[in-house]
């Protein structure tokens, strides 16, 4: 008898550790969706406001006047990111921007985790440079 209670007794802790972990997944999982809905519009706006043939500096600057605490950028030497939270689903946006000669070449919104090219439900239209 005393076996079996302390059987119960561990499958009882094992349930509530369980049951925090994935109560705190989901307040993980809606503070992302919540912070990503500003996120989202900062975006976009950052999108609009550069245009092909602008600079990295620009970017850089566009970027630090509409930034949020949770947008990075990330700078590699011909393709920039602009990445927010990761979200469940393929929801989050990742705003890449090419460069050729320093110079904006494309601006393409897409997913971090969906397939290439596939544009996020309510995205800005991509601009590429057209030669």
């Known amino acids: 008898m005393k076996l079996f209670k302390n059987k119960l007794v561990i499958v009882a802790l094992f349930t509530a550790l369980i049951s925090i972990l994935c109560f705190l997944l989901?307040?993980?999982?809606?503070?992302?969706?919540?912070?990503?809905?500003?996120?989202?519009?900062?975006?976009?706006?950052?999108?609009?406001?550069l245009a092909i043939g602008d600079t990295k500096q620009d970017v850089e600057n566009i970027f630090e006047k509409l930034k949020t605490d949770t947008l990075k950028l990330s700078q590699g030497r011909d393709e920039w990111l602009i990445n927010m939270l990761l979200e469940f689903g393929a929801t989050d946006w990742v705003l890449k921007i090419g460069f050729e000669n320093d110079r904006i070449i494309y601006l393409k919104m897409e997913t971090s985790d969906g397939p290439t090219g596939i544009k996020p439900k309510g995205a800005p239209k991509d601009k590429i440079n057209v030669k």
């Open 26 to 49: 989901y307040i993980d999982f809606i503070r992302s969706k919540l912070l990503n809905i500003e996120n989202k519009k900062v975006i976009a706006a950052i999108m609009n406001e």
